[in-house]
């Protein structure tokens, strides 16, 4: 099996000061090395997109010492041709009958904390920990979190292309909304939509409509879409590059009623009042707070019930959280979403969903479709 095309070989990353970067962080947190298997973290630091197998596939990072790539055998080629490769990291293979775990751990010897990352399969975590039982396990996350959150030039470019190709799906939206369809024939064609955009996978289509609205993750039903109905429908995909896209814009077929218009309009004041607030230094609860505030003051806000935002980049949900409680202050190159919404169990939903990265003098918008209500005649 070859390894799949994803990566961020449009942002080209400088991948042995990315893993020296991890490597200090992971020095300064005490522990003694980073164990990194197949997933957003190894795209990230190493440009790797190995496939998830049951065979381990470990990326080595002491704090103390060269990073190490750990993989089958039968996977050397397509590590090697990796920016893996490229970076010159040494790769070690092991064979069927090899025990890659105590590989590792003769690595690392003596080493008495490690961080594991968070995507890692439990079974192989407990392996290591089988392996290594003289090493405590720490998420790797809290280190590597600091690093992939603040995004570089290239990173918020490769999101602008991202967004710029969802922008262009939810442009033929009202044309697939009529009455008589259901919102799974809505769907499928969204998510053809979406690969002919320039995404090579669809991540997730969301076509809420009438009181599946009030559902933030309802997905898709063989529910008719009826006049009069709003539709919220929110979509994402992953760019060639590996960055994801996200966007949620909310539609009616035919004239949803003034209490739904009203409630609508402050929502949309909401979002514009929270997007307009981010820059560097105002913390990730005082964004959310802007959007609740309002809500809160035009009646609605016990009908908002989820967080305003999550960070984006090579996944769809990663860090920073925009959520009360959370006290990290924005920093130019962070990129999060900022999607308030409203949901009356049983009757709609509506829910406005941009990409925003901090600039260094305000936000800078990663989505440019128009945020009013559109009414599909």
């Avoid at 024939?185 to 599946?212: Q, W, Y």
């Avoid at 760019?239 to 309009?265: F, I, K, N, W």
């Avoid at 169990?345 to 936000?363: F, K, L, N, S, T």
Wanted: charge should be negative.
């Amino acid at each position: 099996m070859a390894s799949n095309p994803h990566g961020s070989d449009s942002s080209k990353p400088d991948i042995r000061e990315r893993i020296a970067q991890a490597s200090r962080l992971a020095a300064e947190s005490g522990w003694d090395a980073l164990l990194i298997t197949p997933g957003p973290d190894l795209r990230y630091l190493a440009g790797y997109d190995a496939i998830p197998l049951e065979r381990l596939t470990c990326l080595v990072v002491p704090s103390a010492g060269d990073p190490i790539l750990v993989a089958p055998l039968l996977e050397k080629s397509a590590a090697a041709a990796s920016p893996v490769g490229d970076a010159g990291i040494d790769i070690r293979t092991w064979g069927e009958t090899d025990d890659p775990y105590r590989l590792v751990a003769a690595l690392l010897p003596g080493a008495r904390h490690v961080g594991v990352d968070d995507h890692m399969w439990a079974v192989k975590a407990l392996s290591f920990r089988g392996a290594m039982p003289g090493a405590e396990q720490y998420p790797a996350g809290s280190v590597l979190s600091q690093m992939r959150m603040r995004k570089s030039a290239e990173e918020v470019a490769a999101l602008l292309r991202a967004g710029r190709a969802i922008d262009e799906v939810h442009a033929a939206v009202p044309s697939l909304l009529r009455p008589g369809r259901t919102e799974r024939e809505v769907g499928n064609d969204i998510a053809a939509l979406i690969l002919d955009a320039g995404h090579v996978t669809v991540d997730f289509v969301i076509v809420a409509s009438g009181p599946n609205g009030a559902s933030p993750h309802h997905a898709v039903s063989d529910r008719v879409i009826e006049v009069g109905d709003p539709i919220v429908v929110d979509i994402g995909g992953t760019m060639p590059d590996g960055y994801c896209s996200d966007e949620t814009r909310t539609y009616a077929v035919g004239d949803p009623g003034d209490e739904y218009l009203r409630a609508y309009a402050e929502l949309q004041r909401a979002q514009s009042a929270a997007c307009a607030a981010v820059r560097p230094g105002v913390t990730c609860e005082g964004i959310d707070a802007v959007a609740r505030d309002h809500l809160g003051s035009a009646g609605l806000g016990e009908l908002f019930i989820h967080r305003t935002g999550h960070g984006i980049g090579l996944e769809t949900h990663e860090d920073p959280y925009i959520v009360e409680g959370n006290t990290l202050p924005l920093e130019e190159g962070m990129t999060f979403s900022v999607e308030p919404g409203f949901y009356d169990e049983g009757r709609w939903g509506a829910r406005i969903e941009d990409i925003v990265a901090c600039g260094a003098d305000g936000p800078i918008m990663l989505n440019n479709r128009p945020r009013d209500l559109v009414i599909v005649d």
